[in-house]
């Protein structure tokens, strides 16, 4: 039988807590630091020598490069002092956007992501509600993608006259998932990003929400911009509220201020990214996902 462990980093910890105790496993938080050159540091407190098994909890954001450094040298450590099998937790992952080469010479970042922790011989990488998940995959290695749509579900009971919709075609299944636990009907807006200069275009598209509640749910919220348009597009359709609710809230230059202006009536944000948005929590839906990888 495997003897696992649970590690996290402190801004982590929440999350590694609640694994370790709903697992049944031992916890340490990882010693980290930065030299004054800026270069990260690492240190497991304790004697990785009796485990042969690692459960890796990381919240790589904010300084997602400096976070997924220091994961992949926490990874590089433990396999070293002889731990065998290591599952990396990242509740949100960073790159997963830049998931094919939208302009020419561009990287796709994620695949070199998830290349780099496989070649590092971890043996799966757990992540939630990730943007694209037919893209999250790396050989050798297991990518397991946690949906959290039971819990959106959740949120629209008591709810009459909602209608589900995603900001864009690519989105679409995120909604549908919803609906199906909630069987409210479900739609998309058609949304054009400009891939220079970032701005978003939604175009209306004819959809019924006269009179309804609009539950835009979407995989992250960074600029807000998408939000704010389609914000705009729905109230000018008759829509009597709209609601926010995405899984990751990275909520850059006050985008949740700039979106409640623009009229959008509630914001709701799971736990991956804490935000004071942050009233759905992913941990147990992460330690399902773990308790069918860990033998
Ligand atoms: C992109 O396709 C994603 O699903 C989100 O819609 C996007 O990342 C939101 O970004 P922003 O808030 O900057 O519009």
Redesign the pocket.
Known sequence: MVKYLVASFEWSSDIGNEIASSLGLAHTIIESKFFPDGESYVRYPIDLSVYDGLILVQRAYPNQDSRLFQTMLAVDAARDLGVREIHVVLPYLPYA?QDRRFRDGEPISLSTLLTLLSSLKVSSVIAVDV?KPEAFRAPGMRCVNVEPFEFYADLLRGVDNAVLLS??L??LWRVKRVSEYSGFQYSYLE?F?DRVT?E?TIRPRELDVAGKEVFII??????????IEATKVLKSMGATKVHAIATHCLL?NN?DLRMLEAGVSSITCSNTIPTKYTRVNVNQLIVRAIKELIT
């Not at 995989?219 to 807000?224: C, E, L, P």
């Open positions: 956007r943007h900001p864009d690519g989105s949304k990003r970032g978003v979407d995989d992250i919220i960074a600029t807000g911009g998408t939000i850059l985008a």
